[in-house]
């Protein structure tokens, strides 16, 4: 029996909550190796962690007979970074230890603390809590730890990177110096290994990232957008794969607000989480996921730590994560318990080197692929709709009475038709995405017709060069670089020509980001007196030099000038 080491009132609860087998990392928790001593596990989200550990401190729990005995000063502190994930471990401790009669205090910001000191003093066997709120009780007097003979921190790399290691380090060090300390972590940055030296003794090391990583069953694609298209391309993305629950992960309060408020508008059911919402505004969030009244979670990367939803197949990460262990946690929120999931990255094309060198290095395939078309998501609307309406399905008098009605009245052509029309009505319509279906008749436009020319602020006193205007203007017009022409590099200023059709939509773009950028004070403007003349080419191809451009001109010998510092904003 694969759980037979254990006490039986966790091998019940587990057998009743449906588990067959322990996962890897559950397997190595409860080997003859690890009992009794300090533990250093890297687990991928995902992997049944939490569980884990339940069963680690199983010993320091239970009696012999399988029970927890009276309750009093706590006998475990588990530590977690976020409200949802001590939440959410809570309640998977509370259904494992329920046969055993465990008592489970938790304590987090945004709830009553006055309620949660109150249930420390009635006894309690583990308290689970954040840093911040655990730091206060113990300040407080109402946390008593001098009786602690576990104690855990999960996603322990999380909350360095939060900036809560005095509170991690105040509370290891009101415990007593004979307890466990585990410490559960996907990934192993120096600053965890330095934790582990000061407060673990001979750690018994337990590793199933090389089998996690990356997650077998998540699939991950990189999709490539023009910067402007970012937000169609989410819309079509979720309308392609018609998820049952889907996270779209942005890097600000500020995006989240704005992308769930689009998507509401097109009619999508979502929900908004960020660090702005109260803990009961989070909470009906996750309810409305949970019971379907939403399929759509917007979400930053702290305020979707801990959540554990088993419908979720398709993270979507909208603004990019900041390195591959962000991407990781990000991921784990699906492809959980053997389940298939999907990770797209939106990736706009000046960004797509960044991309590629990140899933490199994370040892991650991802499949690069176009932005879901109009086109593609009506054939997989076909296809959804025929493999629902060929279903076997059970009816009763009444839906057949108003069958025969329909029949009498109208041809079965006519009927087919009015139901596939409601069908398609009740969900929102995909994007048509300019950069697909547009841009090559933009490029051919672009051969025979004179640009729209804007100019900036500065030239070649400020070293103005084409290797940073170019990112800049992508940035801060929403533009890529095949929609920008000539560039013509003045003293004092810098003329620069936009395709045709993009044009109207830079300038928008230009309203919209001015001084958003650390190259904030570079005024963009439409150039004053129409087309500059033209002068000599050199080399470059579309981004042309004249004597005074990039560079300087060419020194006798071919020699160039030696290149210049690049500019920098002023302050």
């Known amino acids: 029996m694969p759980f037979s080491r254990l006490p039986a009132t966790l091998a019940e609860a587990l057998s009743a909550r449906g588990y067959a087998a322990p996962t890897a990392v559950q397997a190595a928790v409860i080997e003859p190796e ?9 687990a991928q989200t995902g992997s049944g962690k939490t569980v884990a550990f339940g069963l680690a401190m199983a010993a320091q729990i239970l009696n012999e007979n399988g029970t927890a005995g009276p309750s009093g000063a706590p006998k475990v502190l588990v530590i977690a970074p976020t409200r949802e994930l001590a939440l959410q471990v809570s309640r998977e401790l509370m259904w494992l230890y329920g046969k055993a009669g465990a008592w489970i205090a938790t304590c987090v910001g945004g709830m009553d603390a006055s309620r949660e000191r109150r249930n420390l003093s009635n006894g309690t066997h583990i308290v689970v809590g954040t840093p911040g709120r655990l730091r206060d009780h113990l300040e407080r007097g109402a946390l008593d730890l001098s009786q602690l003979k576990v104690a855990v921190l999960d996603e322990a790399d999380e909350m360095l990177d939060m900036g809560f290691r005095e509170d991690l380090e105040e509370l290891l060090d009101a415990t007593p110096e004979g307890r466990r300390t585990l410490l559960f972590s996907a990934t192993m940055p120096k600053p965890i290994v330095a934790l582990a030296k000061r407060y673990q003794k001979d750690a018994f090391r337990i590793s199933t990232v090389s089998e996690d990583r990356g997650h077998g069953d998540i699939s991950y694609q990189a999709v490539t957008v023009a910067p402007a298209d970012i937000e169609n391309a989410v819309v079509n993305l979720l309308r392609l794969h018609e998820p049952d629950t889907a996270i779209l992960f942005c890097a600000t309060r500020d995006a989240v607000r704005h992308l769930h408020a689009s998507l509401v508008d097109r009619g999508f059911s979502a929900v908004a989480l960020s660090g702005e919402h109260s803990q009961s505004e989070r909470n009906q969030a996750l309810q409305a996921l949970r019971d379907k009244r939403a399929r759509v979670c917007v979400a930053t990367d702290v305020a979707a730590r801990g959540i554990d939803l088993p419908s979720l197949t398709l993270v979507v990460h909208v603004e990019l994560p900041r390195d591959a262990e962000t991407l990781q946690h990000r991921s784990g929120r699906t492809g959980r318990a053997g389940k298939k999931g999907i990770a797209a990255l939106i990736v706009p094309y000046p960004r797509r080197r960044r991309v590629d060198m990140m899933l490199r290095g994370a040892r991650i395939p991802a499949e690069w692929i176009s932005a879901p078309t109009p086109e593609q998501v009506h054939a997989a609307d076909r296809e959804r709709l025929l493999e629902t309406l060929l279903q076997p399905i059970e009816t009763d008098e009444e839906d057949r009475a108003i069958a025969e009605r329909l029949v009498a009245e109208r041809s079965v052509e006519d009927i087919a038709a009015a139901l596939v029309r409601a069908y398609r009505g009740r969900m929102p319509a995909p994007e048509a995405l300019l950069e697909q279906s547009d841009a090559p008749q933009r490029r051919e436009r672009a ?24 990112p800049l203007l992508c940035r801060r017009g929403h533009i890529t670089k095949q929609e920008i022409g000539a560039i013509r590099i003045a003293a004092d200023h810098t003329l620069f020509e936009i395709d045709p059709a993009a044009a109207q939509r830079f300038s928008a773009s230009l309203k919209r980001t001015a001084g958003s950028d650390e190259e904030g004070d570079v005024l963009i403007e439409p150039a004053a007196g129409g087309p500059p003349p033209r002068g000599p080419r050199g080399p470059g191809g579309p981004h042309r030099r004249g004597p005074g451009g990039p560079g300087g001109p060419r020194r006798p010998g071919g020699n160039a000038r030696p290149p210049r510092a690049p500019y920098r904003p002023r302050g």
């Open 447 to 470: 051969d025979r017709v004179e640009g729209v020319w804007f100019q900036m602020n500065i030239g070649r006193a400020q070293n103005a060069d084409p290797r940073w205007l170019l």
């Open 34 to 42: 690890a009992d009794g001593r300090d533990l250093i596990v890297s």
